[in-house]
């Protein structure tokens, strides 16, 4: 599941995964994505930390971690460069950060490919 309020970002994301033969499911934000949790939980969710909410990619990323404990989450933020805080130096700490792995935009195709593989290669 990929979750995002760019639609830029969305279709090149979807494209990517696809490319190396991901089902992807996308949505621009929090609630169309619950709407969709309750027919379909993904594997993988890749979410955008500040969306129509700007706390928005966090709180469904403890939805994630509450409800579907096995879904992987991959965060997308900005947020480091106005804030100072490097969240991959926090990826430890699952209470408070419930993501895997955090990825500071841009994010390039490659690098999103690579953290996908790395979570499925340790899984």
């Given at each position: 599941?990929?979750?995002?309020?760019?639609?830029?970002?969305?279709?090149?994301?979807?494209?990517?995964?696809?490319?190396?033969?991901?089902?992807?499911?996308?949505?621009?934000?929090?609630?169309?994505a619950l709407k969709i949790l309750q027919y379909t939980p993904p594997d993988?969710?890749?979410l955008d930390l500040a969306m129509e909410e700007?706390?928005?990619?966090?709180?469904?990323?403890?939805?994630?971690?509450?409800?579907?404990?096995?879904?992987?989450?991959?965060?997308?933020?900005?947020?480091?460069?106005?804030?100072?805080?490097?969240?991959?130096?926090?990826?430890?700490?699952?209470?408070?950060?419930?993501?895997?792995?955090?990825?500071?935009?841009?994010?390039?195709?490659?690098?999103?490919?690579?953290?996908?593989?790395?979570?499925?290669?340790?899984?």
């Amino acid at each position: 599941m990929l979750v995002d309020d760019d639609p830029d970002l969305l279709a090149t994301f979807e494209a990517v995964l696809y490319s190396k033969g991901y089902h992807v499911i996308s949505t621009a934000n929090k609630a169309e994505a619950l709407k969709i949790l309750q027919y379909t939980p993904p594997d993988l969710a890749i979410l955008d930390l500040a969306m129509e909410e700007e706390h928005e990619g966090f709180e469904l990323a403890r939805h994630f971690r509450k409800h579907y404990p096995l879904t992987h989450v991959i965060m997308l933020t900005d947020t480091g460069d106005f804030t100072g805080l490097n969240f991959s130096s926090l990826e430890n700490n699952k209470e408070w950060l419930p993501a895997e792995v955090y990825l500071e935009k841009p994010v390039t195709p490659s690098q999103l490919i690579n953290a996908v593989e790395e979570i499925f290669n340790k899984a």
